[in-house]
């Protein structure tokens, strides 16, 4: 009755919620780019990951960055190379689709097979950066003026977007795009996750470490709230140091793995001073240091 | 029926454009509801919602909406019934719009919601057209009456002729000899300033050519940091109906302005008449094409030079009234004078451009909203001496 479209089931290595996977699915299916929006280490960057591996496909990521532009997806023609090697290399200069370098979207188009192609942290860029891709996501295509060549897109690649929120994004471009929203995991969520990364992982140090994990997290005045990254990169610390469960919430071993920035830090032991009567003991452990 | 979700979820705040509505519709021809509520639920929302903030105003409406639906097996039947339905593609006759003085901004809009109430229950396929018949009391003089359009867009396009659709022909790949002219004109807005930090990226050919005889001609390429035009221009035209008689006068300028690489940034953007809430990215004025005024008016700074392009001729009720855009299904809270004032507040650097000849501005039948418009913005006539003054105006300290 209904067409199974139902492809990407997930991966092995990675947690994926009902929601999601649907959505994935949907935009794959609609052949429209998949927008995925989050705090940092909710599993945006992976899930483009772990859709390539899920459904045997060759992953491309272009990140984002402040400078980056648009056209730099699509081509980069190095005039530079080329008045060089007319002067000194022994190559031939008359043919200019030498010096033109397809960027990480002309990589997809030109793919033989159809790739994830995974556009990292698009909030990054320009506020028009957005728009400025919206023809060439549309159309998959783009001409080269300087070669009079079109790329055309063999196989429509399945385009990932990841937002961080940094930035708002244009309505123009959201209104094209399958958008999912990943909401940081509740501790059950965290535990499956905890669970694809560390299988044997004991039980107590786990519920005490996700304890302290998310009473962290209600801190408001930390302004870097540890993510899944940094509780999983603490989990190991924990390990490999052999620390007890036991001292886990009393002394927080190896803070710094959670709450990388300074203030952070000072922030944690204002609040402890501030509201002594909430966590004593960790007070007094963080005074004698 | 499934329309209704539609208005639901407006009611509540979820701002659902036709093209995501067309796109949930073509989801649900492909299956992907799935037979399951929940399914069909993370279909809607992935397809009608692009912020978690408004996640729960989706929840609201669909739980509005949905709360007769309980067994998830009625649900493929329920979706194809809806199916059948879509809201009804209205548009305006010329007729309409020719007739439209004799009647108020009030009694249109009720008559169309009479009209558009009774076709709810109806299937689509076919414009209906409301028209009160008549004979035209208006020349091409570049009046543009104050039609009303309803809905999205009509699925049905070709039955239809609109004589008043507000396209532009492509405007890219439109070349026009004369648009060199205005071209010269746009060169004048330059303010040039040298960029004194930023990696050095542009070839110094002077540099490059005294270094290379120095090295007896042995190539030695010297780079400086670009000399940067300051100047941002912001363009914003108008796409209505009664500027089609202008539209070469139009591509001409937007062709020379496109060209004019000069300038550090130019944004194009399009309205219909009167800017109000949103602005729009193409000539066609969809408001799945568009972007909010405001979001404009934060992003670009207000050293923007603005140029805004249109016959200022509308019923005065679409600069005055509250709800006086003349795009039905829109609703403007405040008058349309005061997104003028606003526009021209943020950017104190703002000339309007009339492609109809200034002779006729005090007789055309746009008169009354010309000279309001006059009041707001300098305005001056779209020709190459026109365009020469507003260049100078704008290149006015202000
Ligand atoms: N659903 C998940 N399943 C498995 N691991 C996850 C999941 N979500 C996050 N992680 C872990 O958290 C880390 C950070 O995820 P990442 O995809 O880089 O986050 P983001 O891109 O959202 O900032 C990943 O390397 C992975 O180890
Ligand atoms: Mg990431």
Not at chain 1, 267 to 276: F, Q
């Amino acid at each position: 009755m209904t067409k199974s479209f139902g492809e990407y089931r997930g991966s092995s290595n990675y947690i994926v919620s009902d929601e999601l996977r649907n959505a994935v699915n949907i935009a794959i299916a609609l052949q429209k780019p998949l927008l995925i929006k989050g705090d940092p280490g909710t599993g945006k960057t992976m899930l483009a990951q772990s859709i390539a591996e899920g459904l045997g496909k060759r992953l491309i990521i272009w990140n984002i960055k402040s400078t980056t532009k648009a056209q730099e997806g699509l081509y980069v023609y190095d005039t530079v190379q080329r008045l060089y090697d007319s002067q000194f290399g022994d190559h031939d200069v008359s043919d200019i689709s030498h010096y033109i370098k397809l960027g990480k979207l002309g990589e997809a188009f030109v793919s033989d097979e159809q790739v994830v192609l995974l556009i990292d942290e698009i909030d990054k860029a320009d506020l028009e950066f957005p728009n400025d891709l919206l023809w060439e996501l549309d159309q998959m295509s783009f001409y080269i003026p300087e070669t009079k060549e079109t790329i055309v897109a063999k196989h429509r690649p399945i385009v990932v977007i990841t937002s961080n929120a940094e930035k708002e994004l244009p309505d123009a471009f959201l209104r094209r795009c399958i958008f999912h929203y990943i909401a940081f995991p509740d501790p059950e969520g965290m535990k499956e996750i905890i669970k694809v990364h560390y299988p044997d992982l004991d039980k107590k140090l786990m519920e005490q470490c996700l304890e302290a994990f998310y009473w962290l997290r209600t801190i408001p005045e930390i302004q870097k709230k540890p993510s899944t990254s940094e509780l999983l990169d603490w989990l190991q610390a924990l390990v490999i140091g052999g620390i007890s469960p036991k001292r886990i919430k009393e002394e927080l071993p190896f803070l710094g793995v959670l709450l990388k920035k300074n203030q952070d830090l000072d922030a944690l032991l204002w609040h402890l001073n501030n509201r002594p009567q909430s966590r004593i003991a960790h007070r007094q452990s963080f005074q004698t240091r | 029926m499934f329309t209704d979700f539609y208005y639901i979820l407006k009611k509540h705040g979820v701002p659902v454009s036709m093209n995501e509505w067309y796109t949930l519709l073509d989801a649900l021809e492909m299956g992907l509801a799935g037979s399951s509520l929940t399914t069909f639920y993370h279909l809607c929302r992935a397809v009608l919602v692009k912020t978690e903030a408004h996640y729960d105003r989706f929840d609201l409406a669909f739980a509005e909406y949905f709360h007769g639906v309980e067994t998830p097996e009625d649900l493929p039947e329920t979706i194809w019934e809806w199916l059948d339905k879509n809201l009804p593609p209205l548009e305006i006759t010329e007729e309409m719009r020719r007739n439209h003085k004799q009647l108020d901004l009030e009694t249109l809009k009720k008559m169309l919601e009479e009209r558009l109430k009774e076709q709810t229950e109806e299937h689509h396929g076919g414009n209906y057209w409301i028209g009160t018949g008549g004979t035209s009391p208006f020349g091409h003089s570049g009046y543009h009456p104050g039609g009303i359009r309803i809905g999205g867009q009509s699925r049905n396009k070709s039955a239809v002729k609109v004589a008043g659709e507000r396209h532009f022909r492509d405007f890219r790949n439109d070349t026009v000899l004369d648009t060199r002219q205005f071209q010269m004109a746009l060169r004048k807005l330059r303010q040039f300033s040298t960029r004194l930090e930023g990696p050095k990226t542009e070839l110094d050919i002077e540099g490059t050519v005294e270094a290379t005889s120095k090295n007896a001609g042995r190539l030695e390429l010297v780079w400086e940091r670009p000399r940067e035009n300051a100047i941002k221009v912001l363009l914003v035209m108008d796409s209505g109906g009664s500027m089609t008689p202008y539209t070469r006068l139009c591509n001409q300028l937007f062709t020379a302005a496109n060209r004019s690489k000069h300038f550090k940034d130019l944004q194009v953007y399009y309205f219909h008449n009167c800017i109000y809430d949103l602005l729009y990215l193409d000539p066609r004025c969809v408001v799945s094409n568009s972007v909010e005024t405001k979001y404009v008016l934060r992003n670009l700074d207000s050293d923007y030079r603005v140029l805004l392009v249109g016959d200022a001729s509308m019923a005065p009720t679409e600069l005055t009234a509250r709800g006086g855009i003349i795009d039905w299904g829109q609703f403007n809270e405040e008058p349309g004078i005061v997104w003028m004032r606003r526009f021209k507040q943020h950017f104190p650097s703002s000339v309007w451009l009339n492609p109809i000849p200034a002779r006729y501005w005090e007789i055309t039948e746009g008169a009354v909203t010309i000279k309001m418009l006059q009041d707001i913005f300098p305005m001056f006539e779209l020709t190459v001496e026109g365009l020469d003054m507003a260049v100078k105006k704008l290149r006015a300290k202000n």
